[in-house]
């Protein structure tokens, strides 16, 4: 979801959050819901140090397939990525159809395989082949809305969103390829539900990333999300960011505030210490173990406002090593790790051109850190972050921090705008010899350390 979608959907987003605050009033003062700060979530303990890899099955290969897109397997393992989230997998509607393909997210058969992508044999191959290197598959799922062509608009128009004279209405003016659906409906709750359970018991795959969650009623996912895992314990990752889709339901949300924030200092438009002001209300609004997902792109950011390079420019590595450094689960979309520089498109073949994946090094480096140090574990077993004091101050281009935990400890310093920098560190209490993650060399750390850095620079240590 993008900006100008979320505003295109203002009017629906209100009326779900008059629908959500009512409900909170309700189930906070009946004691039978603690909400927000209560989250009774237990993360499937292969999510903790995990970083996740979003896969553009259409665009991944020429020939856009499940099989095609099997081949890149041991190269993504090699790069240590953990979980794999497959946009849909399901068939498209013809109907009111947008482009040559349509959009991913006009779901005719929420049962069913997209034939262009291969078959569901297909596609059980590679969740196998995806559990053998020991990763994890999460799909997309839209459950928000479907095809104007799904069997369920003939079968239970109840099911579906109506205007005052009975016509099945769009959920955003924009979406004319997608009928909203009606979550007063028990029926479609039941067929929701069952649904997603089939995708994990009888194909075995190990969660779902949820379209524009916040737009279902929550209490949808509440009642939902625990029958799936009573067949195994799933990884769910929102298309949101309310704090209360953590209570029940999602391991993750999506941090945009800070991506939003990264795009702005990019631009000259804000300071780094603006960081804080974020950090701290997070941990003010948040479960202490709920997981924030921090990105630079996506599927949505790069088709309808641009690749990273168009945002970020020259500050695209820095960012990048700031989401993985950072407390919550860095994402990494296709093409990233190939510097991709272009705006696929959302409705038409736009092959992905991957060159010599010239960043899969630089990506490996920053995994590694993520899998083997204890301060950047996922939710609140990971460590701290404390801001490191330099000398001078620079809080509009520099941003420096440390993170440890139970010994282990990572130090880092940004520059975050286009001027050099020289400042050296305050304080006594970090200190030792740490090893600079991208060059291999020693450093020596103590009070007073110098350090030099370029126009969006940084130094990434750890403690050895």
Known sequence: MNLTTFIHQLPKILAVIVVIGAAILIWSCSGNRKVSGKSVIIHPEWTRNAVIYEVNVRQYTPEGTFKAFEQHLPRLKKMGVDILWLMP????????????????????????????????????????????????????????????????????????????????????????????????????????????????KDIDIDGFRCDVAGMLPISFWDEAVPKVKEVKPVFMLAEWETPEMHDTAFDMTYSWDIYQLMNAIAKGLKTPDKLDTLLEKEKAKYPPDAYRMRFITNHDENSWNGSEYERMHEAVPAFTVLTFCLPGMPLIYTGQESAMDHRLRFFDKDTVHWGDFKLEKFYSTLIQLKKGNKALRNGDEGGRLERVPVDPPEPGKVYSFAREKEGQEILCFFNLSADPVSFKMKGQNIQGSFVNIFEGTRVDVKAGMLVSLKPWGYLVLEKK
Do not use: C
């Not at 799922?141 to 005052?164: C, G, K, R």
């Not at 769009?170 to 028990?186: E, G, H």
């Open 89 to 200: 997998i399901n068939p498209i509607g013809i109907k009111n159809r947008k482009g040559s393909l349509g959009s991913y997210y006009s779901v005719k058969d929420y049962l069913g395989i997209n034939p262009e992508y291969g078959t569901l044999a297909d596609f059980q191959s590679l969740v196998k082949k995806i559990h053998a290197l020991g990763m994890h598959v999460i799909i997309d799922w839209v459950a928000n809305h479907t095809s104007w062509d799904n069997n369920l608009i003939t079968e239970h128009p109840e099911w579906y969103t109506h205007d005052s004279t009975g016509k099945i209405i769009a959920p955003v003016p924009d979406w004319t390829d997608a009928a909203d659906l009606n979550y007063d409906q028990k029926g479609l709750r039941e067929y929701m539900t069952n649904a997603m359970i089939y995708w994990v």
